[in-house]
């Protein structure tokens, strides 16, 4: 969904409309065009995992009005956050690199007025995709399916159905493109490190009590227009 807005320039030139200091930032709204990558006022269900938490200052999030009513709005953490945890979709964290946290905190002491709104006007000029895994998605499996469909074409006239239905479903693409490879990547890193060391439980209670122990969020928590 962001991939493709931003793709589209639908992102370009959009205000921060919404931020709170010891919390986040609010962006991507349009009055005139509410709108997913799937059409206007077409929502798209939360996409929830235990393992992508708001453990940080810097974490990307979907805003929301409630479960599986995500469209076009984001926004971005300044501290951890755990209360939001399996509330919002999380797909990405700003880039420690080239000031991204520096500009972030920036951002952060700009003056808002009553309604939360900053003082000055703060733009998202543009987005520029790097590497978009969504196209590579679609290569893959374009060319999956021309594998598939030249396999059929050359098998021989008089093959048994079962054989034929064997193959279709080892040649048949995914139901969901996996388009998030470097993240699986470290899934199974992490989830080998958990088979293989009893340690890593240890440490993760402890991390969940730390958790447990950050101060209260401020009252100012959910997300709007």
């Not at 929830?48 to 938490?53: G, V």
């Not at 990405?92 to 709104?117: C, F, I, P, Q, Y």
């Not at 401020?218 to 997300?223: G, I, L, M, R, V």
Request: net charge positive; hydrophobic share 30%; charged share 30%.
């Amino acid at each position: 969904n962001f991939l493709g807005l931003a793709a589209l320039g639908k992102y370009d030139n959009t205000k921060i409309h919404r931020l709170i200091p010891n919390f986040m930032i609010q962006c991507g709204r349009d009055k005139k065009d509410d709108c997913s990558f799937w059409g206007k006022g077409v929502p798209f269900r939360d996409e929830l995992d235990d393992r992508l938490k708001h453990d940080s200052g810097g974490i990307l999030a979907m805003a929301n009005s409630g479960p599986n009513t995500n469209k076009r709005q984001f926004y971005i953490t300044f501290k951890a956050t755990p209360h939001l945890d399996n509330k919002h979709s999380v797909f990405g964290r700003v880039v420690v690199a080239d000031n991204g946290m520096k500009v972030l905190k920036e951002l952060e002491k700009v003056a808002t007025d009553k309604k939360d709104r900053p003082v000055h006007d703060l733009r998202i000029v543009k987005v520029h995709i790097l590497v978009n895994p969504m196209k590579e998605a679609e290569e893959l499996m374009n060319k999956k399916s021309s594998a598939a469909e030249a396999s059929n074409n050359k098998r021989p006239a008089g093959s048994s159905s079962s054989k034929k239905s064997r193959d279709d479903r080892k040649a048949a693409p995914p139901s969901r493109p996996m388009i998030g490879k470097y993240m699986n990547q470290a899934r199974k890193s992490s989830l080998g490190a958990e088979e293989s060391s009893s340690s890593l439980e240890d440490q993760t209670a402890s991390s969940t009590a730390a958790i447990t122990r950050l101060a209260p969020p401020p009252k100012k928590t959910k997300f709007q227009d």
